[in-house]
């Protein structure tokens, strides 16, 4: 069963709405008693690092998820501020990350990216560099809708799953072991942000 986090950062029903339709079998997260037979997480985010990170700690389910997903190697795929949260650090904030995955989240710079405004906001193309599951049923050159100021930057480069083009190249999709992040947001992202769910879904 799927386990949706929701520690009241992140567009939650999109994403069970997706797996309604997909007749795929979820949950809605909100405490550390929910977690029985959960077997998948996602963990979705909008906004800042920092206050993303205080309310995950205030939700009460970060000790359950580190064991979830450290211990028992549970799949979890971070989505958006998410995927961000799932590094050691982040330019944005001061607090410290789950430290799940050897990254830092860097800002955008703007003498690198130059006529490309930030947020980054709109349409791009994601271009898949590494074979995975998550990839299955996928379009070549798939398109997503993304959203964000700053990008994940992993220390080894074998996490990388792939990247996009925002005046600079960025690493928009990662993997390391049984943890997934993914820049864009796949629930706004029509067919393939639904099939990568349904990807997901079935690892």
């Not at 955008?108 to 590494?130: Q, R, S």
Request: aromatic share 10%; net charge neutral.
């Amino acid at each position: 069963m799927i386990g949706i986090i929701d520690y009241g950062v992140g567009n939650i029903k999109a994403f069970s709405n997706i797996y309604k339709n997909l007749n795929m079998s979820y949950r809605i997260l909100k405490n550390s008693n929910d977690f029985e037979n959960i077997t998948k997480l996602i963990l979705p985010g909008v906004g800042s690092f920092d206050h993303a990170m205080i309310s995950l700690q205030n939700s009460g389910m970060r000790e359950k998820l580190d064991e979830l997903v450290l211990e028992k190697k549970i799949p979890v795929i971070g989505i958006c501020v998410g995927m961000q949260m799932l590094a050691n650090s982040s330019e944005e904030g001061v607090l410290p990350g789950l430290g799940w995955i050897d990254a830092t989240v860097k800002k955008f710079d703007k003498t690198k990216i130059k006529n490309c405004p930030l947020p980054h906001m709109g349409w791009n193309t994601v271009n898949i560099e590494k074979k995975n599951r998550i990839f299955d049923s996928i379009e070549d050159n798939p398109r997503y809708y993304f959203l964000h100021s700053f990008y994940f930057q992993c220390e080894n480069l074998t996490d990388v799953l792939a990247s996009s083009i925002y005046g600079d190249k960025f690493e928009s999709i990662v993997n390391h072991e049984n943890i997934y992040g993914i820049q864009c947001h796949p629930e706004k992202s029509h067919h393939n942000g639904i099939q990568i769910l349904k990807n997901f879904g079935k690892i």
